[in-house]
C-alpha cells in the first residue's frame, strides 16, 4: 500500500514539473523573451508530453484510488512470463503488472494467481499455484457422460 502511494505521489509530481515547464516556456513565448526560434515549440512539445505521461501514467493510477480504499480487487490466473529489470512489473500471459520491488516475486514460468487494480493493474497479491489438468478432472468426466447419454 505504501509503494502505490509512493508511486502516484512521485507519477503526479513528474506530471505536474511537465504542465508548470509548458506555461513557463508560453509566459516566456508571449513576453518574447525567447531567443531560439527552436524554443518556440518547447510548450507543445511539454503538453505532448505531459498529455501523454498522464494518459499513461498518472491517470490509471489515480483511477485505481478508489479500487485501492475499498479493497476491490481483480484476480487473474496465469502463466509469468517476465519480470523487469527492476522487479516492479511483472508480465502474465501477456498483461503487464506493477508490484512492490521489494517483496518475493515468483519466477519465470510458474502458473501464478494476481489480484491486482483495474486500471492502474498494481498487484496488491501474487500468489504461485498449481497448474490444474482440465483433460483429467471429474467434472469433464461426467460432463462428457451426460451428454453422451442423451444423445442415445
Do not use: W
Not at 492502474?120 to 471429474?138: F, M
Amino acid at each position: 500500500m505504501k509503494y502505490f502511494i509512493a508511486n502516484l505521489s512521485v507519477h503526479t509530481i513528474v506530471a505536474l514539473v511537465l504542465i508548470i515547464l509548458c506555461v513557463v516556456c508560453a509566459n516566456r513565448n508571449k513576453k518574447g523573451k525567447t531567443k531560439n526560434p527552436v524554443a518556440y515549440f518547447l510548450p507543445l512539445l511539454f503538453c505532448a508530453a505531459a498529455v501523454a505521461y498522464m494518459a499513461v501514467f498518472t491517470a490509471p493510477r489515480l483511477l485505481a484510488i478508489a479500487s485501492v480504499k475499498s479493497d476491490n480487487y481483480y484476480s487473474y490466473t496465469g502463466t509469468l512470463e517476465d519480470v523487469s529489470v527492476f522487479n516492479n512489473a511483472l508480465t502474465v500471459d501477456g498483461e503487464r503488472y506493477y508490484i512492490n520491488p521489494l517483496r518475493d516475486i515468483p519466477e519465470e514460468g510458474s502458473n501464478v494467481k494476481i489480484r491486482y487494480t483495474r486500471y492502474g493493474h498494481y498487484a496488491v497479491e501474487v500468489v504461485v499455484t498449481e497448474e490444474v489438468d482440465v483433460d483429467n478432472s471429474i467434472s469433464e468426466e461426467k460432463q462428457t457422460s451426460i451428454t453422451s447419454t442423451d444423445e442415445e
